[in-house]
């Protein structure tokens, strides 16, 4: 059974969603949602990631993320999969109710179900990409594999 998630008020797969209120630390500071931390990173190093870090919603981040008017870092489009995965293995480790749900999908396939985007969830036709589920399923491994080492959400690095 293939598990599909977007918003993140959804029960119990709402914590998925780059824009659930499980916030974590990553690079020395403190992000409120994973969505804060992916689109600052698109100008890392800047004032205006700054300013995404410190925005109020997530939707607040995406916005000024999304932000046309700011150049880009230039190797964003090589550095946004590995962006996406350090920010939801560290979304993850940070929290042991969230890290449960994840394992609890078993073997199954993780969708992010959203017509309007190819890359990161299955897009209009059904056959996007789907990075954020995988990113989520290879996630899921890498937790079963430290679990032994670190729980979830104790508040220590797992060993890598």
Known sequence: MTIYFYGAGEVPYGCFSNFSDHGFDLDGLWW???EHYFQAQKFKGTR?????????????AAELGR??????????????DDVMRRAVA???RAHADICDILLSTGDEEIVEDTTTDHYWGRGRTGNGKNMLGRILVRTRSQLRAELAETPCGDGRRPRR
Not at 71 to 76: A, F, T
């Open 32 to 34: 409120s949602t994973s």
């Open 48 to 60: 205006h990631a700054d300013l995404i870090r410190r925005a109020r919603t997530p939707l607040r």
């Open 67 to 80: 932000d046309s008017s700011k150049p880009l870092r230039r190797d964003w489009e090589r550095a946004k």
């Open 90 to 92: 560290a979304k993850f």
